[in-house]
């Protein structure tokens, strides 16, 4: 028997804001050429694991808050075109990811 009636069926909560993981900081510092001290500052929503696989957005919180924008998960950033700097996907297990890189594209417009 449920006895959690509280809860709704299938509806399974999206993980909060978190700070990048190491795996994810290393490799826009390392490999993009990114400034560590600003890519440390970044936050990272993910969405719920299919098959070991999350897909994560990264955004900048300075930046959502002078756009007004409150982001409590990976939902929060769909239509956001201008918050999502970088996103893709994540295996934990194996520790692979694939990051698409919005923000240099946001940069060179910027530029233009």
Known sequence: MNWKFWQKEGSAR???PKELSSDLGKYLVVNLSYDPDWVWQLK???DLPKE???EFRIYD???AAIH???ITDYKALDGQQGLVLFDGWY???SR???INDY???MKTEQAV
């Open 44 to 46: 990272v929503v993910m």
């Open 61 to 63: 919180p300075a930046m």
């Open 14 to 16: 999206l993980p909060k």
């Open 91 to 93: 295996r934990k297990e």
């Open 96 to 98: 692979e990811f694939k």
């Open 103 to 105: 923000y240099q594209a």
């Open 68 to 70: 007004g924008k409150s």
């Open 52 to 54: 070991g696989t999350a």
